[in-house]
């Protein structure tokens, strides 16, 4: 039971409607009636008291006191109150539902304020819906709801406004009639006759019942003004409404007025270039745009593009010269042909083919690294036999800090070429490498294309840092991008996205450097020349320190040789006692605080000189701040040493095993990764099954509970090479034996017992070297990587014992009094029906223990997966950890 708003311009005539719809169709309804309201009793009935009138709810509408307004009855419920309003005095209730999306409202859904109305005119549509003129006339509010059905009924007292005439009140009124002027001056719908008709309003209320009934004004702002009785506040409030129509109003004139004259300049310009073009050509001269393309095709003549890339740029040049300049594609043809333009397709460096030079560059930039300077120069070689070789694709991997980026520098000065260097580390953007289509607003060729623009050349050295650390999100995968870029069968022919035209990379010398190998995609690596950089000893950081890092930081600050001398003794126990890394990055950040601290003094006159010594770094750098593992914590059974790779290098590392009453469960500490976890359960079972050599009872397992526990805890660890240690810890726990102080060992361990190789050699032996071990249990496939490790005093003072079996070293560190099985015999297991059966069976509750007590193995926590300590490297051939 609703009505809707309709405007005065779609409320028809009934010649209107005739025309309309035809004759044929009207027939069946009634011409307009016209109604006069009998409104001469009407002051007696409301002054009586409360009065019985129907209730017409309507939508979005709101209907003031002395104003007319069209409305469109639709539904049955309405129609029928107007039928019936219309059979008595015409007098009807018009109020605001409360919620417009309501179709049939109740006595909670309506404003209780709303006006007492008569219908003036009334028109029958041929959808049977009905069009009224309803004709305010006195405000009302709602008492009580009479009836509900068939329509609403209710009783309603007269709500007259309370009003004093005041000079507040003829201000507000002035005011109100002025702002309402400037409005009609900036709305194209409100007719100048408004004007006129609100300045001839006398009675402030029906004034500001005039003006908020032909604004357009919220239903929610408009019911608001009905519902205030006092005057002065209405015409307070409807001012302020006013004020923020004409201040929108104001505001859009003057954007309409800008781009008007922005419109209008344009159009100015227009014309004046027109007329300018006319004079030029009038005169033989050309104008801006046409010496621009003139300019653009000279260069392209001279460039030598390639075939593709010529034909495109001149079908682009084409294109530009009949675009006017003010177009929005001119800038964009513009700079994809600059882009073009500034490629060096056919500048190339000329390479210096001495390869006696480059081994001096080599060698004076950087201490060892034999295999790289070799690959370096087996490149300059096959350059010098066949110049038209394409470049390799190699990769740097190692720990942080062993000099991978600053050799690149190297490479590109021994070989005389250009140096680039790009950082792909956190780029997860696809976009980043190929570049954004020309469609995109601002695109831009990718890093790859703007990096060899940038270096001028055709055939510089290319850094890729931090290839290990490419990401990959919505925005698509760089490291697959990059297959076509480092992939020698693709990249002559690399397509940028941008550019759309091939260019070719085969002549580029990438080196990409890594910190790990596993992040990288497997067929990005397969692409790769992989060459592994291993830490530096304390030797050779000690001779770098000498040979580089020390004349570097004395430059950096000020300091002369001659002031300023720091002892090999100084050296070396700064690498000792202040740093733990496999490069020497923090080396030569403490060598430079060193020399600051110097500086300092040197700036405050107090010294002019200094030798730093051994003793004297503790007053430069402070106490001790790097801690290694030494062989003091096997004195008791259950405990071994293990080696392990870390990124900082090798070191060693406790394996503790502890047994306790219990039902036969493996409790696992320490961080352990999944890998780790079982290398421990490898190791338990194969002790088992050899627990009678080692002087256990029957049912040993059965009754204790076995905790394995790797420190430290707060470490992340991983790989299979800690088994043996695993093995011999466990084995010296089941026989009560101290394991021999001065051995180490490291290797991988399967179910019978059999060792297997692993990574990371010259790091752990170095290790080894460092803790003063004096024996080092390696698998016997790990011989020839202890045989490239250079120098011999680093081997020195360690006996070297290579194994196939674990029972080889359990019978050297534990000194067991007979052999253990050998190996066919492990592999044969207890026999059928025994006790040692029924115990293999009965199986290991493996745990993994925490605060709250043990717990289910399962994935490592995130916390774990920190970067922290690594039980072995990953092996070339294996892809071992």
């Known amino acids: 039971m609703t009505a809707e708003e309709t405007n005065f311009d779609s409320l028809l005539e009934p010649g209107d409607l005739s025309e309309a719809v035809g004759p044929a169709q009207i027939t069946e309804w009634p011409d307009s009636i016209e109604i006069t309201a009998s409104e001469g009793d009407l002051d007696s009935k409301l002054a009586s008291g409360p009065t019985v009138v129907p209730i017409l709810p309507l939508k979005d509408t709101v209907v003031f006191p002395e104003t007319m307004v069209p409305l469109a009855v639709g539904q049955a419920r309405s129609v029928r109150l107007i039928d019936d309003v219309l059979r008595g005095d015409k007098l009807v209730g018009l109020v605001t539902s409360i919620d417009p999306e309501m179709e049939t409202p109740g006595p909670d859904d309506v404003h209780m304020t709303g006006v007492l109305a008569s219908i003036q005119k009334m028109l029958k549509a041929p959808d049977g819906t009905l069009r009224i003129i309803a004709q305010g006339l006195r405000r009302i509010k709602i008492d009580r709801f009479v009836s509900e059905e068939p329509y609403l009924v209710a009783e309603v007292v007269d709500l007259p406004d309370v009003s004093e005439d005041s000079k507040e009140i003829a201000a507000l009124q002035r005011n109100l009639v002025a702002v309402y002027t400037k409005i009609i001056e900036l709305v194209p719908y409100l007719p100048d006759e408004l004007e006129m008709a609100a300045a001839n309003i006398e009675d402030p209320g029906a004034l500001g019942y005039f003006i908020a009934s032909t604004m357009r004004l919220k239903t929610d702002e408009k019911q608001e003004l009905l519902d205030e009785v006092e005057v002065s506040k209405r015409l307070r409030r409807l001012t302020a409404l006013m004020n923020r129509e004409l201040e929108v109003l104001e505001l859009g004139s003057k954007i309409q007025n800008q781009v008007q004259s922005e419109m209008d300049k344009s159009q100015r310009e227009y014309f004046l270039r027109q007329q300018l073009k006319a004079i030029q050509e009038e005169l033989g001269e050309t104008d801006e745009t046409q010496a621009e393309v003139n300019e653009l095709r000279e260069r392209l003549d001279k460039a030598g593009l390639p075939e593709e890339a010529d034909k495109q740029a001149r079908r682009e040049l084409d294109r530009l010269a009949k675009l006017p300049t003010a177009a929005a594609e001119y800038g964009v043809i513009r700079t994809y042909l600059d882009w073009i333009l500034s490629l060096p397709w056919n500048e190339s460096t000329d390479d210096d083919l001495d390869i006696a030079h480059a081994r001096e560059v080599l060698d004076a930039d950087h201490y060892d690294l034999k295999d790289v300077k070799d690959r370096i120069l087996e490149f300059l070689a096959v350059q010098k036999l066949k110049s038209e070789a394409s470049g390799p694709i190699l990769c740097f991997s190692g720990p942080p800090g062993v000099g991978k980026t600053s050799l690149g520098k190297s490479i590109a000065r021994a070989l005389g070429r250009k140096f680039i260097r790009i950082s792909v580390g956190g780029v997860r953007d696809e976009s980043e490498i190929r570049g954004h289509r020309r469609t995109y607003v601002g695109a831009m060729p990718g890093t790859i294309i703007r990096a060899i623009r940038d270096a001028g050349s055709i055939n510089p050295v290319f850094m890729i840092d931090e290839i290990d650390k490419m990401g990959a999100d919505w925005r698509g995968d760089p490291s697959s991008a990059m297959l076509e870029v480092l992939d020698p069968e693709q990249h002559s022919t690399f397509r940028d996205h941008y550019l759309d035209l ?203 509970d076995v905790h394995v526990h790797v420190p430290a805890g707060a470490v992340p660890k991983d790989g299979p090479s800690a088994g043996v240690a695993m093995a011999v810890a466990l084995a010296s726990m089941v026989s009560g034996k101290v394991v021999d102080a001065e051995a180490a060992m490291t290797g991988e361990i399967t179910l019978t017992g059999q060792v297997l190789p692993v990574g990371g050699i010259k790091e752990k032996v170095l290790a080894a070297r460092a803790a003063e071990l004096t024996k080092v249990f390696l698998p016997s496939r790990n011989q020839a990587d202890v045989e490239e490790i250079e120098g011999e005093d680093l081997l020195a003072g360690i006996e070297f014992v290579y194994v196939d079996h674990v029972s080889t070293v359990l019978e050297q560190v534990l000194a067991l009094d007979e052999p253990l099985e050998t190996p066919a015999t492990a592999l044969a297991g207890p026999q059928a029906g025994s006790e040692a059966e029924e115990e293999a069976t009965t199986g290991v509750d493996v745990s993994c223990g925490g605060s709250d007590g043990p717990t289910k193995v399962g994935r490592v926590a995130p916390a774990a997966r920190e970067p922290g300590r690594k039980l072995g490297r990953g092996d070339d051939s294996t892809g071992r950890e």
């Not at 790769?528 to 001779?543: D, F, P, Q, R």
């Not at 107090?606 to 004297?616: I, K, L, M, N, Y």
Request: glycine content about 8%; charged content about 30%.
């Open 502 to 704: 091939p260019f070719d990379l085969s002549k580029v010398l990438f080196i990409c450097t890594a910190n790990v190998l596993d992040t990288i995609p497997g067929p990005l690596r397969d692409r790769m020349e992989v060459i592994s950089l291993s830490g530096y000893t304390e030797e050779e950081k000690a001779h770098i320190a000498r040979r580089y890092l020390v004349p570097r930081q004395l430059e950096r600050n000020g300091i002369s040789a001659e002031q300023m001398t720091i002892t090999d003794g100084a050296l070396r126990t700064i690498i000792e006692n202040y740093t733990r890394e496999a490069g020497v990055r923090n080396l030569e950040r403490e060598i430079g605080t060193v020399i600051r601290k110097f500086a300092r003094m040197v700036a405050e006159g107090e010294r002019d000189s200094a030798t730093v010594d051994r003793e004297q770094v503790t007053d430069y750098l402070g106490r001790k701040k790097a801690f290694r593992e030494t062989k003091r914590r096997t004195a008791e059974p259950g405990v071994s040493t293990g080696l392990a790779w870390t990124p900082a290098g090798g070191d060693i590392l406790f394996i503790e095993a502890r047994a306790m009453p219990g039902g036969g469960r493996l409790i696992l500490t320490g961080q352990l990764g999944e890998v780790m976890k079982e290398s421990a359960q490898a190791a338990l079972t194969y002790v088992r099954s050899v627990s009678d050599r080692l002087g256990a009872s029957e049912r040993y397992f059965q009754k204790h």
